[in-house]
T-cell receptor
Framework: GENVEQHPSTLSVQEGDSAVIKCTYS??????FPWYKQELGKRPQLIIDIRSNVGEKKDQRIAVTLNKTAKHFSLHITETQPEDSAVYFC???????????FGKGTSLLVTP | GAGVSQSPSNKVTEKGKDVELRCDPISGHTALYWYRQSLGQGLEFLIYFQGNSAPDKSGLPSDRFSAERTGGSVSTLTIQRTQQEDSAVYLCASSLVGQETQYFGPGTRLLVL
């Protein structure tokens, strides 16, 4: 099936620094790219998403960029806080129009 | 309003037994998805229901897995003759028709001994 690659698998930053997580996808038909945050033992929560007609989207400290030509998209978190510590998953929609292909996740640790 | 709910939250079973996992989607959401999350892995799509249409079962890993959705609301994922490799967190999500955003339940953590 089509793949979504996500890097890095783990990321440790100091509070106040920025964190960047990168994903690549292979299905050129993908048009929707959500990012989910999953705290330990909890459900994945959508934090931001982007559609293919937009190159960048920002929501307070979180931003996502998309390069459709290169088939990659990135999550940027600025001024990180300890409560940002979680596993982050990127995803891309498939040619089915509904199922999502997920990356394997990035475990982000923000140390005070 | 209430989010997606799943039960049980944890299930321990013996190899070879059958298990049933339940998902109650957000009211009004006609699309329902099941995913499997193995340790250290991303979410793997299993099955999709949309209204009264035939479900997309393309992600089910074997014929031991089946799912149904009664009355267009609650869904049950059944795993027959469980194997140790079935141990994972099974997540359910729902969405409004035509909307891409999927809302996830808390998952059922399945352990097959």
């Amino acid at each position: 099936g089509e793949n979504v690659e996500q890097h890095p698998s783990t990321l440790s930053v100091q509070e106040g620094d920025s964190a960047v997580i990168k994903c690549t996808y292979s299905d050129s038909a993908s048009n929707y790219f959500p990012w989910y945050k999953q705290e330990l033992g909890k459900r994945p929560q959508l934090i931001i998403d982007i559609r293919s007609n937009v190159g960048e989207k920002k929501d307070q400290r979180i931003a996502v960029t998309l390069n459709k030509t290169a088939k990659h998209f990135s999550l940027h978190i600025t001024e990180t806080q300890p409560e940002d510590s979680a596993v982050y998953f990127c995803a891309a929609d498939t040619n089915s129009g509904y199922a999502l292909n997920f990356g394997k996740g990035t475990s982000l640790l923000v140390t005070p | 309003g209430a989010g997606v709910s799943q039960s049980p939250s944890n299930k321990v079973t013996e190899k070879g037994k059958d298990v049933e996992l339940r998902c109650d989607p957000i009211s009004g959401h006609t699309a329902l998805y099941w995913y499997r999350q193995s340790l250290g892995q991303g979410l793997e799509f299993l099955i999709y229901f949309q209204g009264n249409s035939a479900p997309d079962k393309s992600g089910l890993p074997s014929d031991r897995f089946s799912a149904e959705r009664t009355g267009g609301s609650v869904s049950t994922l059944t795993i027959q003759r469980t194997q140790q490799e079935d141990s994972a967190v099974y997540l359910c999500a729902s969405s409004l028709v035509g909307q891409e955003t999927q809302y996830f339940g808390p998952g059922t953590r399945l352990l097959v001994l």
